[in-house]
């Protein structure tokens, strides 16, 4: 991975993995982050959120299960789908832009938490309409099927 980073003029001193940590060394983390590179095969859940919220954006490769999915998930309802990669390329190509961009990077932690109260993904009502309605319709089904 480093050297990959390297090919796009990244430092590799820049690139941190941490070990698991307790709350608040997690939090105190985030202001030394740059770029959170969402974990693949299988993405984060609670720690992308958690991340964005934060104000660090997140890179995503979309995978082929539901667990290699799940950043797409939360990146599209967050409002943010140009993080997610189609691609290892597009992964880097993203990633590397996001480095490069301090601007973007700093208009991004004062202003995310505001982005993310807006958007879908922290819009308990609107997903709890969804939710009702699914289940409306598996309790139809399922009268349906004990005709």
């Known amino acids: 991975m480093l050297d990959a980073f390297a090919a796009q003029r990244i430092a590799g001193s820049r690139i941190e993995c941490a070990p698991k940590l307790g709350n608040e060394a997690f939090w105190t983390l985030h202001r030394r982050i740059d770029v959170a590179l969402d974990p693949f095969p ?83 009502a609107v997903f709890t309409h969804g939710l009702e309605e699914l289940y409306r319709e598996a309790w139809r089904e399922w009268c349906a099927q004990k005709r």
Do not use: H
């Open 42 to 124: 299988m993405n984060g859940g609670t720690t992308t959120c958690e991340t964005l919220w934060m104000g660090v954006p997140v890179v995503t490769l979309k995978g082929g299960s539901f667990a290699g999915r799940a950043g797409c998930s939360i990146l599209t309802a967050a409002g943010f789908p140009e993080w997610i990669a189609g691609s290892e390329e597009d992964f880097l190509r993203i990633a590397s832009e996001l480095v490069r961009d301090r601007s973007y990077r700093a208009r991004l932690r004062a202003e995310m938490r505001d982005q993310l109260r807006a958007s879908a993904l922290l819009d308990g």
